[in-house]
């Protein structure tokens, strides 16, 4: 089997710390003799300079033929306002990828806020609350009138159940195999409840997985009290929106936040963090984030192709990562070290 990965730098840092999350893979790779055809494709501005488009229809046709991508930060708040071609690759809603699933892990050695944290956060990100990347036409929310604005919410059995049997099955590969479902059911009866309903249903066919629900104002309590309790979670779009930065920061921020945008047969790495324009170009750039996110595509990869030499490719990139991080002599200034970008990738790259 010979994966398919494209590869888009995105903006900004993304030409510094995606280079290094590729030569990372490429490094686990080889060592455990997994065949992947890498392909570069234009995003952002520089899709815009070739194809006159932030997102390019050539990009995205050669995205649909592979089994993932890696894409980096796409600077759109210094895009040109209202001007078509210059917009935020709505990449998640083109390619229907529905679960955001976002790792938080602490260091013994950088600082946090708690220690032995290691969650894994999904996000369903199709629907719930509306804005404009998840609506076919027009827009989520209104104002009818000066004293009145309006928002709608949308659940549907469908969307909880993939992101919910997507969490089952990344807390089946777990050692602690523990899921929690949040949510805020009796209140909001009809839409959380659906989406209770429908994780419900599913942990009848996991009866290996420790399945439980919290309300999502006495869970945010509990993350910030008390993290090493929880395991794998799984929520609704705009609280898993919130829930996931204050995980970030629980265990030192979003430059060790990475991130993979699932959907039903592809999925995009791309670390949580934005494309960081004031220190582009600078050689600073903490690369963690975006090779952990590449990290996860070989981990998504392995499940979902079967292709153990994936997962095993995912344990190496981790247990390097681990290393390097514990022996501390080679992390960015963001992490405490006085590394560069590319020196924290080559010390990753020999670790492996």
């Known amino acids: 089997m ?7 730098l995105g903006d900004d840092i993304g030409l510094e710390v995606v280079p290094e ?3 990372v893979l490429k490094a686990a790779a080889a060592k ?15 899709g815009h300079e070739l194809h006159g488009h932030t997102m390019p229809q050539p990009t995205v046709a050669a995205l649909e033929k592979g089994d993932g991508f890696i894409c980096g930060p796409i600077g759109h708040a210094a895009y040109p306002r209202n001007d078509p071609t210059w917009i935020m690759p709505p990449l998640r809603k083109r390619f229907e990828l529905f679960a955001s699933i976002k790792p938080v892990k602490s260091y013994s050695n950088i600082q946090s806020v708690h220690k032995n944290v290691d969650i894994v956060f999904l996000r369903e990100v199709t629907e719930g609350m509306q804005y404009s990347g998840t609506v076919v036409m027009g827009a989520g929310e209104f104002r009818p009138n000066d004293d009145t604005s309006i928002g709608m919410r949308v659940i549907t059995r469908r969307g909880a159940s993939r992101v919910a049997r997507e969490a089952f099955e990344i807390a089946r590969t777990r050692p602690r195999r523990k899921l929690t479902a949040v949510h805020k059911e009796p209140v909001y009866r009809v839409c959380c409840g659906m989406f209770a309903e429908e994780c419900r249903k599913l942990a009848k066919e996991y009866p290996d997985v420790d399945y439980g629900e919290a309300m999502v104002d006495t869970f945010s309590m509990k993350l910030v009290m008390a993290p090493q309790q929880y395991d794998v979670v799984v929520t609704t779009n705009q609280f898993g929106d919130i829930l996931t930065d204050e995980g970030a920061g629980v265990v030192g921020g979003l430059g060790l936040a990475p991130g993979l945008c699932a959907g039903a047969n592809l999925a995009m790495s791309q670390a949580t963090h934005g494309s960081a324009p004031d220190i582009a170009g600078k050689g600073i750039a903490n690369p963690y984030a975006m090779i952990m996110s590449g990290k996860m595509l070989f981990e998504w990869l392995g499940r979902k192709r079967n292709e153990p030499k994936a997962t095993e490719a995912a344990k190496r990139i981790d247990a390097a990562m681990d290393r390097v991080i514990a022996e501390a002599k080679a992390l960015t200034p963001d992490l405490g070290g006085k590394a560069s970008t590319t020196q924290m990738g080559d010390a990753i790259v020999a670790a492996i």
């Open 2 to 8: 010979v994966l398919k990965i494209g590869v888009l």
């Open 21 to 23: 999350c590729v030569k």
């Open 32 to 46: 455990v003799g997994l065949a992947v055809e890498w392909q570069e494709l234009p995003i952002g501005k520089r």
